[in-house]
């Protein structure tokens, strides 16, 4: 049997996502491929509209999810998964994810502290 370079990209499926993180998984390449030291997945994520790479990783064809941790909030972000062989490599699989702003809980307490030194500065002055 010979080995080929994989045709098909992982399906990306987006699992979770807020303000600051995202987590992502994909479908498991054929069992013919797992487990071997010379397959691989490799991941890699960066802010969309940009060429700079903020991460890149490769994982053992037994991971099939991944979390990105430490995202600034309202940001769209692009992951790329593809399949690693050792005759080459499948197509990427491209999701672009918008993270969240940050709760309102924040911008009210910002919001307060503000407002407490115009006061103090009306008050005062």
Do not use: H
Not at 29 to 36: D, G, K, Q
Not at 41 to 63: C, F, K, M
Not at 84 to 102: A, E, F, K, R, Y
């Amino acid at each position: 049997m010979y080995l080929l370079a994989p045709r098909e990209a992982p399906q990306l499926m987006l699992d979770s996502f807020n303000a600051t993180s995202f987590t992502v998984s994909w479908n498991r390449e054929s069992c013919l491929s797992r487990n071997r030291p010379d397959r691989y997945y490799t991941v890699r994520y960066y802010e969309t509209g940009t060429a700079q790479i903020l991460q890149l990783a490769d994982l053992d064809v037994s991971n099939t999810i991944y979390t990105i941790n430490t995202l600034n909030p309202v940001t769209s972000y692009t992951i790329d998964v593809a399949y690693i062989n050792t005759i080459g490599s499948s197509p990427n699989s491209t999701l672009t994810v918008t993270t969240l702003g940050l709760p309102c809980k924040y911008i009210f307490n910002v919001s307060i502290y503000y407002l407490s030194l115009l006061l103090f500065f009306l008050i005062n002055y």
